[in-house]
């Protein structure tokens, strides 16, 4: 391991250095990769410098301790066995910093969340999660662009298209990806008898053009006029696009702006980031041909979350975590999951590597 601290350490002097450089401003793209670099080891190099700090501070007080007095040997104990201690955490915390990143960490998300099995009352559901994504974002400063929307006629989602854009907007929002599962009284509900329904909740990060080409000739476009609820129509000029991308069959459509401009542009974006996921997932595949894609059929059976009204508990069945506080979960504080989901999977990661 020590190797590799010294091979990162001379990597960021490296970085730092080219940085500096007025030559590097006049090439964007290689500047931005110099920068992600350079702030992806910040934190490695940091710890990296704090460990050698305190083995230095550790290998002075064991020296000293040989020449020391009597009366000094208390001290000098103490203070070998704060930085023997400081060193282990440091040793643990650097484990978790070499650790292989996410490639797509840093990058903003689409989230399309969509009512799925339960008729009306799973279409509230989805409404109501629509709802605790954007408390989140807000929570943690991320800025919301909505895509698309289908509202239900009861006022909640059929489907919705929202691009989140944060730093951190990635990794919080990855392991929302599946099938949700609520339990409760839904409101259409007369008898008070408790329904199970689901909602559907994908997750892609944001491509960028660069990383996906693709070719005009590949896509079939066509233009038709807006219809809201009801078919009402929306506006009165053929201003709602549907892309089709041969090669795969995805098809992408999108109608909430005015502008065909606009909405071609959105629809884009998307089918950007539907190409790189199925890249992805094919690479994946590749690996391992038992993955399963994160919403499956949005049947209750595939749930990758309970939300339980009645007794105001949320459990997650990936990892077996539960607590009941559904009501600030609801309400976007999801913290205390995400973190429980992120805590697995470093462990995971850790176990793997040992």
């Given at each position: 391991m020590f190797d590799r601290l010294r091979s990162l350490e001379d990597e960021f002097i490296g970085l730092e250095a080219r940085l500096s450089d007025p030559d590097l401003a006049n090439d964007q793209a290689k500047m931005r990769e110099v920068s992600r670099r350079?702030?992806?080891?910040?934190?490695?190099?940091?710890?990296?410098?704090?460990?050698?700090?305190?083995?230095?501070?550790?290998?002075?007080?064991?020296?000293?301790?040989?020449?020391?007095?009597?009366?000094?040997?208390?001290?000098?104990?103490?203070?070998?066995a704060a930085n023997e201690a400081a060193i282990a955490e440091l040793?643990?915390?650097?484990?978790?910093?070499?650790?292989?990143?996410d490639r797509n960490d840093g990058r903003s998300v689409i989230m399309e969340i969509r009512g799925a099995e339960g008729g009306d009352e799973a279409n509230l559901f989805a409404g109501d999660l629509f709802d605790m994504y954007r408390a989140y974002a807000s929570a943690n400063r991320w800025s919301v662009d909505m895509l698309s929307q289908d509202l239900s006629d009861l006022g909640g989602v059929n489907l919705v298209t929202m691009l989140i854009k944060g730093e951190t907007a990635w990794s919080k929002l990855k392991f929302e990806g599946g099938t949700h599962?609520?339990?409760?009284?839904?409101?259409?509900?007369?008898?008070?008898?408790?329904?199970?329904?689901?909602?559907?909740?994908?997750?892609?990060?944001?491509?960028?053009?660069?990383?996906?080409?693709?070719?005009?000739k590949d896509l079939d476009v066509d233009v038709y006029r807006s219809s809201g609820a009801g078919g009402q129509s929306v506006n009165t000029t053929d201003s709602a696009v549907r892309i089709t991308h041969r090669p795969t069959g995805v098809v992408v459509t999108m109608q909430d702006e005015r502008s065909q401009i606009q909405n071609r542009a959105r629809a884009m974006v998307v089918l950007r980031a539907r190409l790189l996921k199925l890249a992805e997932d094919e690479q994946a595949a590749a690996q391992s041909v038992e993955r399963?894609?994160?919403?499956?059929?949005?049947?209750?059976?595939?749930?990758?979350?309970?939300?339980?009204?009645k007794e105001n508990r949320l459990t997650d069945h990936r990892i077996g975590f539960t607590i009941y506080r559904l009501q600030d979960v609801l309400a976007g504080d999801l913290d205390e999951v995400v973190d429980a989901l992120a805590a697995d999977e470093r462990a995971r990661q850790l176990a793997g590597s040992e």
């Open positions: 350079y702030k992806d080891l910040t934190p490695v190099v940091d710890c990296i410098r704090r460990y050698h700090a305190r083995s230095a501070d550790a290998e002075a007080a064991r020296e000293l301790l040989t020449v020391a007095s009597e009366a000094e040997r208390p001290a000098l104990r103490d203070e070998l040793e643990e915390e650097l484990r978790v910093l070499l650790l292989p990143k599962r609520v339990q409760r009284v839904p409101v259409t509900e007369s008898s008070g008898r408790i329904h199970t329904s689901s909602a559907t909740v994908l997750v892609l990060p944001e491509a960028e053009e660069v990383e996906v080409q693709i070719d005009d399963r894609s994160q919403v499956g059929s949005g049947g209750r059976g595939e749930k990758i979350r309970t939300y339980n009204f």
